[in-house]
Structures are given as C-alpha cells and as structure tokens.
C-alpha cells in the first residue's frame, strides 16, 4: 500500500504532538487501484513517555465517497436544469450533465438537450449535443422530433439498453447521424423545456434509478415556461 507523502507526515506529526489521529484520504493498492480509507490511530507510551507501539483502524470508504460525488453531481444538475431559463442557459446544463457521466465513470459518447417547440404545427425540436472533449453542437430537424415530443409529453424517463440489438423505435440511425458516433444505449428524462438525452457506445451501460430523475418540480409547469432562444 502507497501513502502519500504528505498524509504520512501529517499522521506521524499529529500522533507525536497529541497521540492520536483520524483522518479520511487515498492510498495506492498494490494492484494500482487508488482508493478511500477512514482511519484512526493511537500511540502507546511508555511509563517514561516514549512512545512503544502505535494502533489503528481502517475501513474502505471508497464506495461511501463516490456516492457522495455522484449525489453532489446530480444536485447540481437538476439546480442548473430549474434555473434555466433561455438557450443561453443550455452549455451550464450540459457541462452539468458530462460531469455527472464523468462521476458515473460511464463511457458516453455525448449527452444532450432535445429543447421542444410546441408553438408550432408540427412541434420542432433543436438539439444541443456535447461530446466527452467538452466541444459541443447544436442541430435541428424533423427527424425524431414525434419520438422526442411523445416521451416529453408522457412524462416518464425510456431507457433503450441496446438500440443495436432492439431498435424499438427505429431512432439507432438518426442518433447515430446526431451524435456522429456509433450509439448503443440511451436514455431520455424528460424536464420544463423537452428531454435531456445521454448517450453510450455500450450496451446497457446505466442501472436506472432514481437519482436520474430530476425533481417533479423541474419537470412540471410545462405549460407557464417557453424556453427563448436569447
């Protein structure tokens, strides 16, 4: 096991100046793997006031600390999703949503905003795609639009595992021309403005939960907001 050099100076320093110590930080298995510890040591002395041996505990907290992560990374999604208000709004969301990927440590190879229009007949439907590197796109059209606009109007998040192997809405070959990449999974959560759209050239790479919904306050009053483009 790797310590860091800092962390080890840190212990041997508190637990010769007050003879104890717990901490929270990483070390470096010996297979590579860097994770989590909480730990708490004690030093034992001598009748003369040296210090004989030292005791500790440790636990792994690496699975507790990526929760953490991935709670905070989901607030601060939804926080960006209810305060937006223009398509000036739309590059904070989408960084939001890569960085919630990136937590996940879900390969994707891009997520996006599919914003609805329904002031028309038939509604439209603009998408704002952004890949992993950050860069991101903008693209409109007729195509997909009537699936986009039905999984927003029902309300209810479509995870497709596999688009290749099940391709139940014949979407796969217009995802594929969007995103520009090959597309196996995807999932649509719909919200105030059409869905938030994330995309994986895995099959089946999300397990569905309710950390993925965005608070039914953000998804009502579709009918009170209209999402300008200034």
């Known amino acids: 096991v790797y310590v ?8 041997i320093d508190n637990l010769n ?42 636990e792994d907290i690496t699975q507790e600390r990526q929760a953490g992560a991935i709670r905070r990374s ?11 208000r223009s398509e000036r709004d739309i590059e904070r969301v989408l960084i939001a949503m890569r ?17 609805i229009d329904d002031s028309t007949s038939p509604p439209s439907v603009r998408h704002h ?3 992993p590197d950050g860069q991101w796109q903008q693209t409109s059209g007729s195509r997909g639009t009537a699936l986009v606009y039905r999984f927003w109007r029902d309300g209810t998040t479509i995870y497709r595992p596999d688009i290749v192997d099940d391709d139940h809405f014949d979407e796969a070959a217009h995802i594929e021309q969007i995103i520009e990449h ?8 719909p919200f105030t403005f059409g ?6 050239h895995i099959p089946a790479a999300w397990r569905i939960s309710n950390c993925w919904k965005p608070k039914k306050s953000s998804c009502g009053s579709r009918k009170k907001w209209k999402l300008s483009a200034t």
């Open 4 to 11: 860091r050099p800092q962390n080890r100076e840190r212990l």
């Open 17 to 58: 100046k007050v003879g104890h110590f717990s901490y929270e930080h990483q070390i470096r298995c010996k297979d590579g793997r860097l994770i989590w510890i909480r730990g708490s040591s004690r030093g034992i002395k001598s009748a003369d006031g040296a210090f004989t041996r030292f005791i500790g505990i440790q």
């Open 74 to 84: 989901v607030e601060i999604l939804r926080e960006e999703i209810w305060t937006m």
């Open 99 to 115: 960085q919630v990927m990136e937590t996940l440590a879900i390969p994707f190879v891009g997520c996006g905003i599919n914003v």
């Open 129 to 131: 795609n952004m890949t």
């Open 182 to 189: 090959p597309v196996r999974s995807v999932i649509d959560i």
């Open 195 to 200: 869905t938030l759209g994330f995309n994986s």
